[in-house]
Nanobody
């Protein structure tokens, strides 16, 4: 599985961006798709995940209410709509997926996802 993330860029605080992640193939019909991010000098952190079984989405507290994840099944693509961006949202954003169903108890752990995109840089200026 290859993942291609896009949509990053430079935006002012309070602005919006939409990231996309296209999968070259489906791991299976119900593989979760996740977004993580890594800021300079910091560890990679969970942002959001969508359970493709039922469409449920889960978010890190830091982005809840500002970010929205969605999917287009026909295009094997997921999106991350980011609103009210803050300078602390500046990071390289990665999409990731795994084989098999989502494991909700560990869905926010990077090691659960063996397939990663190349990342797209989001820079939020103050």
């Amino acid at each position: 599985v290859q993942l291609q993330a896009s949509g990053g860029g430079l935006v002012q605080a309070g602005g919006s961006l939409r990231l996309s992640c296209e999968a070259s193939a489906r791991t299976n019909n119900y593989a979760p798709m996740a977004w993580f991010r890594q800021a300079p000098g910091k560890e990679r952190e969970f942002v959001s995940v969508i359970d493709t079984w039922n469409g449920n989405t889960y978010y890190a507290d830091s982005v809840k209410g500002r970010f929205t994840m969605s999917r287009d099944k026909a295009k094997n693509t997921v999106y991350l709509e980011m609103n009210s961006l803050k300078p602390e949202d500046t990071a390289v954003y990665y999409c990731a997926t795994r084989n098999g169903r989502i494991i909700t108890s560990s869905m926010n752990r990077a090691e659960q996802y063996p397939y990663w995109g190349q990342g797209t840089l989001v820079t939020v200026s103050s």
